[in-house]
Each structure stands twice: as structure tokens, then as C-alpha cells.
């Protein structure tokens, strides 16, 4: 779990707000991902970075602004969230991007709540 | 669209004995295959991977994989207190050069009991 660290482990925040989750992976991987987990669904891919360029974004609403500076940083950049936005963030890296022997790793997560 | 299918259980099995977690998937090219598991408000952990059909062995842990029925299975002998937790079918694709994110089953919750 130290391999990927994330901040902040908790976050509330109104609608109007503007907050970052920050992802930082210890590991060398060249892609980092960020998933959506809520209650009674199943992880949900929001994005994909390889080499710090994204090549995935799954149909994930702009209120939601991912960025990547370099390869062991990741930022999920939040604005005018809406309740059902509330869930658990997770970050991800893997090394071997496109590779069958692709693992993911997964930080310890963000648990965002939006009032 | 991809669908990874878990029974969500919860499966209960008494301790020292062997629990199976199943899992089903859609997409036919799908390659890799991956077991984590989940403890309540932690992030997954890696248990097992498998990429070709047959079995694989890891400690108390076996994955199976059958890509003609596109089944993959986890068997945990001698199951512990300590493996309660749920566990994760996820799916990968390799569609060539690039990351790809994986696909995920709900879970399965997995009771041992003492």
C-alpha cells in the first residue's frame, strides 16, 4: 500500500467547491489510472495516463479534470460536484503499460463525501 | 460493453475449509485476469493472476482459468478467519501498446467462520 500514496484519505465538500485529490506512486510505473468505487457497484475506470499522456477517459463528466505532470503524479481535480459523486477514489499505477503482464497496484484511496 | 459477473454472497465456509469464488466474463479477447481482495474501507490487494487456461497455484490460493467458457475461479484451501473480506474478479484487455484500465466484478463477500 506505501507504494502508492493518496491525499487526502477524507474530503467533504459542497457543490460549489473546488478541491485535488493527489496520487503519488513510489513504484517507477509509466501509467497511473483513477477508478470510482460506490456502494453496491463495482469499480469503475475514470482514466488512464501511460507516460503522462491520457489515453482513456471513460465517459467521465467534466466536473471531473484529471492531470498528470509526470509519471509518478496524478491529479483528480474536482469542481461543482453533485451528491451522487460521493464514493471512494482510487488511484492505480501498473509498469508495463499495454503489456499482458500488466498488474495494477492501488493506493489506499480517497473517500469523498459531497453535501 | 464489458461485464465482469460476481456472485455478491455473502458465501460463508467454515474455517479450515476450501472457499471457491467464481467469476464470468463477456469480452472474448480478454487476456488477463486478476483476484484482489478488499477488506471493509481498504484498498484492493493483489492476490493472484492468471493469463492462460489451467490452473495456477500460490500458497493456499488456486486461480483457474478457462477462457472457452470464459470462467475464472479462486480456491482458497484452509480457509482463515483473516480471508474474510470481498473478493474482486478483474479483467484485462491487451488492445496494443497503450494502458488499459481493468474491469471489475461487484465482488463477492466471503465470511469464514470460526
Known amino acids: 500500500e506505501t507504494g502508492v500514496t493518496q491525499t487526502p484519505r477524507h474530503l467533504v465538500m459542497g457543490m460549489t467547491n473546488k478541491k485535488s485529490l493527489k496520487c503519488e506512486q513510489h513504484l517507477g510505473h509509466n501509467a497511473m489510472y483513477w477508478y470510482k468505487q460506490s456502494a453496491k457497484k463495482p469499480l469503475e475506470l475514470m482514466f488512464v495516463y501511460n507516460f503522462k499522456e491520457q489515453t482513456e477517459n471513460n465517459s467521465v463528466p467534466s466536473r471531473f479534470s484529471p492531470e498528470c505532470p509526470n509519471s509518478s503524479h496524478l491529479f483528480l481535480h474536482l469542481h461543482t460536484l453533485q451528491p451522487e459523486d460521493s464514493a471512494l477514489y482510487l488511484c492505480a499505477s501498473s509498469q508495463l503499460p499495454g503489456s499482458l503482464q500488466e498488474t495494477q497496484y492501488f493506493g489506499p484511496g480517497t473517500r469523498l463525501l459531497v453535501l | 460493453q464489458k461485464e465482469v459477473e460476481q456472485n455478491s454472497g455473502p458465501l460463508s465456509v467454515p474455517e479450515g475449509a476450501i472457499a471457491s469464488l467464481n467469476c464470468t466474463y463477456s469480452?472474448?479477447?480478454?487476456?488477463?485476469f486478476f483476484w484482489y481482495r478488499q477488506y471493509s474501507g481498504k484498498s484492493p490487494e493483489l492476490i493472484m493472476s492468471?493469463?492462460?487456461?489451467g490452473d495456477k497455484e500460490d500458497g493456499r490460493f488456486t486461480a483457474q482459468l478457462n477462457k472457452a467458457s470464459q470462467y475464472v475461479s479462486l480456491l482458497i484451501r484452509d480457509s482463515q478467519p483473516s480471508d474474510s473480506a470481498t473478493y474482486l474478479c478483474?479483467?484485462?484487455?491487451?488492445?496494443?501498446?497503450?494502458?488499459?484500465?481493468?474491469?471489475f466484478g461487484k465482488g463477492t463477500h466471503l465470511i469464514i467462520q470460526p
Open positions: 478483474a479483467v484485462g484487455v491487451d488492445s496494443g501498446g497503450g494502458a488499459d484500465g481493468l474491469t
Open positions: 492468471i493469463y492462460s487456461n
Open positions: 469480452d472474448r479477447v480478454s487476456q488477463s
